[in-house]
């Protein structure tokens, strides 16, 4: 199932991955004018926001790790170096998607194949009329029916209905208190981060459904690491630190290129999202990994701007200090912002 994922997602052309993760292949080409992260406070704002609504703490201390902290970051090292442990908390795909996924790799295929395929499941079906009903896609009329759907969505569109209808299950999965509490945010994140990403690679010498992917997959890693959290018990503590926070932020990226990995994505999706559980310089990554980044910054503000903590206005100002906003990132911020509307 996961190689028909591969072949509908990922370009012919794109390399397959199976390389050490420590030596990633890929084509080296111009990177996007990005900062260093390190010495940006804007970005660790935004992380330090990000992290603490989803650990469910008000803000984030300066102290050592307490018990439950010690014992998540041992179990989560335990997961980055099993494939088997891994693959337990991971879930499969819904049955209708790869039918559906050869169904739109299908030039011949019709707008009325299509909608028979999705069809099938009343969810899509339900999603579909939802996104082109959505202010985005500016309609006069409501759409009503299926078929409608799927002609003002574009066979762009429903790629990516599809591709989203089959990430949602592995990032909006509910089993204890941590997932419970989070994976609703963690699924807009990624939502928000692949939409960025696709609108910052237009401009790019990048695929741009590539880098819809890259931003799909790249917190997959955040869920596994929440269900084993969700698995420990017995301890009083809870997350509270600000170290805890960068070891959680390293560990659930390592997992999620591992994961990509296991699922032979390709290497431009795998480096790019090693890229960022190894802290790189964004400036001196592959275009990709840059790309990757900055949607990643866009997605949690707009995530934190829903849910009030920080404010619309001096978000743009936090963006525009940070020097990430170029032209074409304020345009797919507000792209963003309409889009979440």
């Known amino acids: 199932m996961w190689e028909l994922l591969r072949n509908f997602f990922l370009p012919e052309t794109a390399a397959k991955s199976g390389k050490s993760l420590t030596s ?12 260093d992260p390190a010495s ?19 803000s984030l201390t300066d102290v050592e790790l307490n018990t439950f902290e010690s014992e998540t970051v041992k179990r989560v090292d335990k997961l980055i170096n099993s494939r088997e442990s891994r693959q337990q908390l991971v879930p499969r795909l819904p049955a209708v998607i790869p039918q559906i996924m050869s169904g739109l790799r299908d030039d011949n295929s019709s707008g009325s194949d299509l909608a028979r395929l999705i069809g099938k499941d009343p969810s899509l079906v339900a999603e579909a009329i939802r996104m082109a009903n959505s202010p985005y896609y500016r309609t006069v009329n409501s759409i009503k029916s299926l078929e409608q ?21 592995l990032l909006h999965s509910r089993q204890g208190h941590f997932t419970n509490l989070a994976s609703g945010w963690v699924w807009q994140q990624a939502e928000y981060c692949a939409f960025s990403a696709q609108c910052l690679a237009q401009r790019q010498p990048i695929d741009s459904f590539e880098a819809y992917l890259a931003g799909l997959v790249r917190d997959v890693g955040t869920i596994v690491v929440l269900k084993m959290m969700d698995r420990i018990e017995n301890l009083d503590d809870a997350p509270r630190s600000s170290q805890f926070q960068q070891l959680f932020t390293r560990q659930s990226l390592k997992l999620s290129a591992l994961i990509a990995q296991e699922w032979e994505f390709s290497e431009n999706i795998i480096q790019a999202i090693d890229e960022q559980a190894s802290e790189s310089d964004p400036a001196q990554m592959p275009v990709m990994g840059s790309v ?25 100002i936090t963006c525009q200090a940070e020097g990430r906003l170029t032209d074409n990132c304020k345009k797919c911020f507000a792209e963003l912002q309409r889009y979440t509307t």
């Open 149 to 169: 759907a799927i002609l003002i969505l574009g066979r762009n569109g429903v790629r990516q209905l599809v591709s989203k209808a089959a990430f949602k299950p």
């Open 24 to 35: 990633p292949s890929g084509a080296s080409v111009a990177p996007l004018p990005l900062n």
């Open 292 to 316: 990757l980044h900055t949607a990643s910054l866009m997605a949690q503000l707009q995530v934190l701007i829903t849910e009030g903590r920080i404010d619309s206005e001096k978000s743009q």
């Open 40 to 58: 940006n406070p804007g970005s660790n704002i935004i992380r330090s926001g990000y992290y603490s609504l989803i650990l469910g703490v008000h």
